[in-house]
């Protein structure tokens, strides 16, 4: 069997076109198929939609958060959920086609544990683009995984990965990093990015930045030896400064001659001064960001919760107590 998983927020505007285009390509594969939709926490109609498909066709199914607990989560539910034999992970816009799914699954039945999409062209702007393509590139230094460029978590996963990415506690989740952490054999196929069929962008500003973050944090401690890097070039120019004030002094002569008699050096002290401080409230920051993460980790708290659901097997599920 085939799970979907697919992530909604918000997205009343393509759902009615998401249904169709999806129904007609399941029906080409010829296979027992599942579609878990993740309401995750829509104030629109996605709910009332996800309902109503769930009704027509049983084989729909849809889970709703209490809330907005962003995509990575809602992504991390529907395969927690999922029941099938591989898990192909989607989004509800429609920019990853349903119609590249067919050499998806003709891949994962080559025996690939994980075939992962690669956006060859992306109709977005040229700023977030931009973006994307800086973020990957420092990802890809900074990791020490390999997180191929441009895959996002469009994909299909086998059972076993599944089983995997299930059984890790994390609660800053980059699915595709976990996805490449976990190895096995990984192929990426390239497609084109459309445009969205409808509706706005639900992924702000803020939210791409805090997934940016989540990758390089969860996946790299380099930042940290970049802070001790830095705190060594520092105390280097600083001792340089203390032998060149020295030698100022001793001699007083040779240095006036050349222009570089002692001055009372107030704007010296002050810009190193502030120089210092900067240095130091950045690495501050740097090692702040890992103890806040190991904070979200030691305190244990589920990562969703669930208001409702339709046609989940609630005894199936990790959250027992959780579902109604
Ligand atoms: N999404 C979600 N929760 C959020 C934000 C987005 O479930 O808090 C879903 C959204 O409905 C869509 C997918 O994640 O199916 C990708 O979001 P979007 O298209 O806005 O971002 P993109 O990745 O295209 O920039
Ligand atoms: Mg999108």
Known sequence: ??????????????LPLLHKRLSAEIEKWKEPCEVLLVDDGSSDQTWQLLKSFSRKDPSWKAIRFSRNFGHQIAVSAGIQYATGDC?????????????????????????????YAIRTQRKEGIFKRASYGLFYRILRKLANIHIPYDSGDFCIIDRRVVDLLNAMPEKNRFVRGLRAWIGFRQIGLTYK???????????????LLRLALNGIFSFSTVPLRITTLLGLIVSFIAFLGAIFTFLQRIFIEQFTRIGLSPVPGFATIVISILFMGGVQLICLGIVGEYIGRIYDEVKQRPLWVIQESVGINSSSSPHRDNIK
């Open 1 to 14: 069997m085939i799970s979907v998983v697919i992530p909604c927020y918000n997205e009343q505007d393509v």
């Open 193 to 207: 990015r459309h445009e969205r069929a409808g509706g706005e962008v639900k992924y702000t500003l803020r939210g």
């Open 87 to 115: 898990v192909i992970v989607m989004d509800a816009d429609l920019q990853d086609p349903p119609e590249e799914l067919g050499r998806f699954i003709e891949k994962w039945r080559e025996g690939y544990e994980v075939v």
